[in-house]
């Protein structure tokens, strides 16, 4: 069966994988070369995922690194409304991802500028609105697993059993947005959010049990410390890494990619759809 999902009345099945492009709007994400100001620079970075392949334009006003402060969600707002208008305006017919956790920012992204995915990387758990909000919008949810804030999330890396926990978490929270009525899930494994590099790996070893959801499964983990830790690189370093674990996250499942170099994410897809045929 192939999965799919209802993007403003047309399905958009992942018989082929597809490869979402970061749009950082954000002074202080952890990779610089996705942090984008000037009109011009946001333009062209648009142009640029959707020329190498990019299908979807994930769009985020907020740093979700550790180190990061969080900032409230009138100034998140704020900070993306420019960029949202901009992006619509020039690319009006482009499938755009808001990368929020405040309900009160996927509301008007969606209502004012005709965002069609809320990607929300704490599950619901930030904002008790949000679960609420996403079936009021009818527009697919991108659903993550992570434990806290980004600020504490690496205090909660302990798990009674690691695999099955997450699972569970998955379980309970689509059972909860489908009672809502949202069925239009995609499940992100949260690669890097309250897991050690350890629990990373171990979380790519058995993403395949995730199938399980019978959702389409997005992987995060361009250029991450995962990667650039264990290869004791920077993360200007870690195309290469980052390359390999998109091959084996595609040969496990995976049906989007969250990549800031969509170029190469869109080579892995290609090969893996070779060897698969």
């Known amino acids: 069966m192939i999965k799919s999902i209802n993007i403003n009345g047309e399905l958009l099945d992942f ?56 900032i409230p969600a009138k100034e998140e707002l704020k900070r993306l409304e420019p960029t949202l208008r901009l992006v619509r305006k020039e690319f009006p017919n482009t499938i755009l991802s808001i990368d929020t956790f405040y309900s009160e920012v996927a509301g008007p992204a969606v209502e004012k500028y005709g965002v069609n995915i809320i990607n929300d990387i ?26 806290g804030t980004p600020q504490t999330m690496q205090q909660h890396t302990h798990y009674d059993n690691f695999i099955q926990d997450i699972l569970y978490y998955f379980s309970e929270k689509i059972s909860k947005l489908n009672l809502l009525g949202v069925n239009d899930i995609i499940i992100d494994p949260g690669f890097g959010f309250s897991k050690t590099t350890d629990q990373n790996y171990q979380l790519m070893a058995y993403l395949k049990y995730f199938n399980i959801f ?27 890494g980052t390359s390999a674990l998109n091959t084996f996250a595609l040969l496990s499942g995976a049906n989007i990619l969250r990549v800031h170099d969509v170029k190469e994410a869109v080579e892995c897809v290609k090969i893996v759809g070779k060897i698969s045929k």
Do not use: W
């Open 122 to 147: 704490s599950g619901g758990q930030i904002d008790d609105n949000m679960f609420e909000t996403v079936a009021r919008l009818n527009v697919p949810y991108i659903l993550m697993h992570m434990r």
């Open 15 to 70: 018989s082929t994988p597809l490869v979402m492009g970061i749009l950082n709007v954000t002074p202080d994400s952890f990779y610089s070369g996705s942090r984008k100001q000037s009109e011009e620079e946001i333009v062209g970075r648009v142009r640029q995922i959707l020329e190498e392949g990019g299908k979807i334009v994930d769009i985020g006003g907020q740093s979700t690194t550790p180190t990061s402060t969080l």
């Open 214 to 240: 019978d959702v389409p499964i997005l992987v995060g983990i361009s250029r991450k410390s995962m990667i650039y830790k264990l290869l004791e690189c920077t993360p200007q370093e870690s195309l290469n």
